[in-house]
């Protein structure tokens, strides 16, 4: 299905973004890997840029394009999460961030979609289930990520005019590091059993992004082993 096929994936370094390149290159694909860190993955091109740079972004989409021709898949990742006291935020923390998770989505997906011309034309951006629940101190991370959950809709209409679907996947709690470090309790708590590995997030990416499933379009696909649907009262 993605033989041959360009996809990029920004915040490819490390985490659900490394995931994300791996198995979209496991699927044959020609990944490439945007990071201002270096990505260090067999078969995945790595290319810096500071995604949330409109000049860096443009630059680095059209090199691409001029490189191999039409993009077919755009995986928005990239992302910070910084957690402090509301009251302590400052104008530089709320740039880093907004910059960072949400301006990132906005400038990638146009310019990656003005060379988007062929069968396979999606869209994927990485919200998070924070979008829709909180806990104190996560304003930065919780605006970004809202943010993203209205612009991928937007972002839909916009460029359905020219076939692409965008869609967000909302991951709940993913587990990026050893999995001996998880508790039975952190695994309990989920309605399915487990806490989240990076690849159910990666395989949700090849799904939305196959266009056998061209009829889902401006959709937030929830990834969160039913959590955000858990009623928790304290007794």
Known sequence: MFTNKLVIVTGAAQGIGNSIARHFAGEGAKVIGLDIEQVSIEGVEYRQCDVGDFQQVKEVMEGIHADYGAIHVMINNAG???FQSLWEVTEEDWNRVLDTNLKSVF??????????????????????????????????????KGGIYALTHSLAASLSERGIRVNSIAPGWIHTGDASDLRDIDHQQHWSGRVGDTSDIARAC?????????FITAECLTIDGGMTRKMIYEH
């Open 206 to 214: 090849l799904f939305l992004s196959n266009p056998q499933n061209s």
């Open 80 to 82: 910070i999460s910084e």
């Open 107 to 144: 400038i990638c997906s146009r310019e990656a979609a003005r060379f988007m011309s062929e069968d396979i034309r999606s869209i994927v951006n990485m919200a998070s289930t924070r979008a829709f629940m909180s806990e104190p101190h996560t304003e930065l991370y919780s605006a970004s």
